[in-house]
């Protein structure tokens, strides 16, 4: 059975780091490799070439447990740069328009045996607040240090 946030309506992500392909459709070009995390309408991939929110991308990754390649149709539905506390590198949120029945019989059976994802927090810690201090000190003192 599929697990589903109480908070929304939506799939519950799961976490899964495994290499995929993921190729923009427009040029076929390569703009991700890994698999981050993964629900039954989407997935987050990184790190990620530059790419615009609602462009067209196709992926294939194999499925996490049966070893099944899963080849789904896509649009960017999000972009991560990497900038916000707690983000390390670019990333791109996916969400799922074509799938067919098969693969999402194996991808849901696949992910009733992964755990769920931790909800993610986006704390500032005090360590992180005096460098970033630190930094805005730094940018608006440079011509005054050079």
């Not at 530059?50 to 194999?62: C, N, R, W």
Request: a positive charge; proline letters at 8%; aromatic letters at 4%.
């Amino acid at each position: 059975m599929l697990s589903w946030s109480s908070q929304s309506r939506r799939p519950i992500r799961h976490t899964a780091h495994i290499s995929c392909q993921v190729v923009r459709e427009r040029d076929f070009r390569l703009v991700a490799d890994r698999v981050v995390n993964l629900s039954l309408n989407g997935m987050l991939v990184g790190p990620a070439d530059p790419v615009l929110t609602g462009e067209k991308i196709i992926v294939s990754f194999p499925s996490p447990i049966k070893g099944k390649w899963i080849d789904a149709e896509a649009k960017v539905t999000r972009v991560l740069h990497g900038r916000r506390p707690g983000e390390y590198r670019r990333s791109l949120g996916l969400e799922f328009e074509h799938l067919d029945a098969e693969s999402r019989a194996v991808l849901q059976e696949c992910l009733e045996r992964i755990p769920p994802t931790p909800p993610g927090t986006r704390r500032v810690t005090p360590d992180a607040r005096r460098i970033e201090e630190a930094l805005k000190w730094s940018r608006r003192n440079a011509a005054r240090l050079a």
